[in-house]
C-alpha cells in the first residue's frame, strides 16, 4: 500500500504541480473509502489494492479536469462510492458539484465524505436520473462512470441539462457516433466526450 501511494503521489504532483493540499485531501479521501469498502462493498476486492493508481487516477485525469475548469453546474450521474464525483469536488472547488446516487447508505457515505473533506459547494442528492426534476440552473456538464444509458434516461438527462452541456463518459474507444470524441485513459479505457447534440446514440454507446 505505501508503494502504490507513493507512486500515486508522484503522478499527481507530476500532473497538478503545487496542489500538495488537494493530494493531502485525495489521500484522505481515499483512506475514508477504503475502510467503509469493507463494510458497504463500495469497491471490489480485486481492486483494493490498484484503487489509487487505477480508479483515482483515471477519474482524475487531467483532460477530465481540463474539460471541467469552465463548468458552471456539474452532475455526476450514479456517484457511488465517489468515483468521480468526491474527487471532481476536491479539484474544483468553486465550482458546485451534484452527486446523484439512488441507494440511501451510499448516499449516506457520500454526505459524511462531503462533511469531513470539507467539500461545501457538493450537493448529495438521492434520486435515480429518471425522476430527477430540473431545480434553478441547469447542469452544463454531466459525468458518469460504469453506467449504461437507456432512452428514459437520456431523455430525463436532457430536460435538465444546458444546450451547451457536454456529457464526459468512462468507455471504450468504438465505434462512437459522429460528433463524439475521446482520449485514452489508459488500460483500454477512454474518456468520452458527447455533446448534447449526440446523446441519442448513448443507449448504444461501447
Not at 459524511?112 to 440552473?137: H, K, M
Request: proline share 7%; net charge neutral; glycine share 8%.
Amino acid at each position: 500500500m505505501t508503494d502504490e501511494r507513493e507512486a500515486f503521489s508522484a503522478w499527481f504532483l507530476a500532473g497538478y504541480p503545487g496542489q500538495e493540499a488537494r493530494l493531502g485531501t485525495t489521500l484522505q479521501f481515499h483512506k475514508i473509502l477504503e475502510e467503509a469498502s469493507h463494510r458497504m462493498s463500495l469497491v471490489s476486492r480485486g481492486d483494493r489494492n490498484k484503487l489509487l493508481t487505477a480508479h483515482f487516477q483515471e477519474c482524475l485525469d487531467p483532460e477530465l479536469i481540463s474539460q471541467l475548469q469552465s463548468a458552471h453546474r456539474i452532475l455526476d450521474v450514479g456517484t457511488g462510492g465517489g468515483l468521480p464525483g468526491v474527487l471532481l469536488a476536491i479539484m474544483l472547488p468553486e465550482t458546485p458539484v451534484t452527486w446523484l446516487e439512488p441507494r440511501e447508505r451510499r448516499t449516506a457515505f457520500l454526505e459524511r465524505c462531503r462533511l469531513q473533506l470539507g467539500l461545501r459547494q457538493a450537493t448529495v442528492s438521492q434520486a435515480r436520473i429518471e425522476t430527477l426534476a430540473p431545480q434553478g440552473e441547469l447542469f452544463d456538464a454531466i459525468t458518469a462512470r460504469a453506467l449504461r444509458w437507456t432512452p428514459i434516461m437520456v431523455k430525463n438527462m436532457e430536460a435538465i441539462a444546458a444546450e451547451s452541456a457536454t456529457l464526459l463518459r468512462f468507455g471504450a474507444e468504438g465505434p462512437l457516433p459522429a460528433g463524439v470524441t475521446h482520449s485514452p485513459l489508459g488500460a483500454g479505457r477512454f474518456l468520452q466526450k458527447w455533446p448534447r447534440n449526440t446523446w441519442a446514440a448513448l443507449p448504444k454507446a461501447p
